[in-house]
Structure formats: C-alpha cells, structure tokens
Antibody, heavy 124, light 111 residues
Framework: EVQLVESGGGLVQPGGSLKLSCAASGFTFSGSAMHWVRQASGKGLEWVGRIRSKANSYATAYAASVKGRFTISRDDSKNTAYLQMNSLKTEDTAVYYC???????????????WGQGTMVTVSS | QSVLTQPPSVSGAPGQRVTISCTGSSSNIGAGYDVHWYQQLPGTAPKLLIYGNSNRPSGVPDRFSGSKSGTSASLAIAGLQAEDEADYYCQSYDSSLSGYVFGTGTKVTVL
C-alpha cells in the first residue's frame, strides 16, 4: 500500500525547535520529490517547502514564511523525509502534511500522495 | 496570503451542477503553469482530485471535471452528491514567489 506517515508533532514554546518525520512505503521513495504543506486550524493550505531526489541533487526550496528557520532533509536508506523547524513562532501552529510530487503523469507540480498530518502547537 | 482566489462557498441541491472558480495572475496560472485541484473532507488530509488542469486520477468519478483559460481555472461537479460536501482547493506554481501556491479554498454544501 502506498503510504506516508508523519510523526514528531507536539507542543513547543516560541523560539523552540521540533523535527518532524515522514515515513514512506509502497513506492520508490528515492526517486520522488517530497514536499511539506501545512494548515492552521480553520484555514487554508500553505506550501512549506520541498526536497528533490538524489538525481536532482537533493535541491531544496522553501516558502518565504519559513526560509532560514526550517530545513528539509531526507534519508533514502530509511525512506524518510524530515522537516527541522527552528525559531518557531506562534503562527507556525498548524497540521503539517508531507506529500509526494506526482509521479508518472504528464503534468508538473501536483501532489498525489498525502500523509495523515501531524499537529504542531507553538505556545507558551 | 493566497495568490489564487476562490469563492468562500458554493452550494447546490443533490443532482445539480456547481462550479468553483480559481483566479490567478500572470505569474502563476497565466504563465502557463498547470492547475491542480484537491478535495478535503472534514478532518482528513487533502486528496488529489484533478491534475494537469483537467485530468482525473484513477478512482475519481467523472462527475468531477477541470478546465483552465487565461489566468483562471474552474472545477465543476456534476450530479452533486451528499458525499461531495468538502473543502476544495486549487493549486499551481508561482514564478514570482518561486514556490507552490494554493487557492483560498471553497466549501461546498449540498442542500
């Protein structure tokens, strides 16, 4: 079964750090670009960032709102992507989803597999 | 702040057809980037509904269709069913932001 499972969410104080994990199964993880998307309670979806595959030099990109504070990495041997979040702010409170960039389609930029999400709460 | 604008809500009776618009600009939809649509049922993760402007992933009913023209795109739901009650988001890429962007989201209510 094709699946993404996030973990690592929780409560953290402003200015603190947290690292999320995204475990993949059922597909060739090493060849896939992986993204993180977040959603504050009652709000819309916001793209956070992405990491490409080894073939694309593990290139990363981030939304302006998190650039310099968040870092995406991956361990292809463990089929896992990570989101390291530093200098957290209250406005980072959200459900964080990992998602796969679409594979095998004549399009670009869609996300075809999503995890169930993990909740991050930044509060004192 | 979303750069793709959608109506906050649309509604229709069972069996009716509803459409959701997604308005962008010359740096995203108008620049030729594909538009994709997601359905998010209450309390669940988003699900890819339409990719590449008008293509349906396997398992998505043909009641759902997408189109794109100029700086806008649309999602149509024909033969509305109770199970279609959800939030719907359009998504594309923005060259000015150098990142992916989502629409503001539309809540579909089946009357």
């Amino acid at each position: 079964e094709v699946q993404l499972v996030e973990s690592g969410g929780g409560l953290v104080q402003p200015g603190g750090s947290l690292k999320l994990s995204c475990a993949a199964s059922g597909f060739t993880f090493s060849g896939s670009a992986m993204h993180w998307v977040r959603q504050a309670s009652g709000k819309g979806l916001e793209w956070v960032g992405r990491i490409r595959s080894k073939a694309n030099s593990y290139a990363t990109a981030y939304a302006a709102s998190v650039k310099g504070r968040f870092t995406i990495s991956r361990d292809d041997s463990k089929n896992t992507a990570y989101l390291q979040m530093n200098s957290l702010k209250t406005e980072d409170t959200a459900v964080y989803y990992c998602t796969r960039h679409i594979v095998g389609a004549t399009t670009w930029g869609a996300f075809d597999i999503w995890g169930q999400g993990t909740m991050v709460t930044v509060s004192s | 702040q979303s750069v793709l604008t959608q109506p906050p809500s649309v509604s229709g009776a069972p069996g009716q057809r509803v459409t959701i618009s997604c308005t962008g600009s010359s740096s995203n939809i108008g620049a030729g980037y594909d538009v994709h649509w997601y359905q998010q049922l209450p309390g669940t993760a988003p699900k890819l509904l339409i990719y590449g402007n008008s293509n349906r992933p396997s398992g998505v009913p043909d009641r759902f269709s997408g189109s794109k023209s100029g700086t806008s795109a649309s999602l149509a739901i024909a033969g509305l069913q109770a199970e279609d009650e959800a939030d719907y988001y359009c998504q594309s890429y923005d060259s000015s932001l150098s990142g992916y962007v989502f629409g503001t989201g539309t809540k579909v209510t089946v009357l």
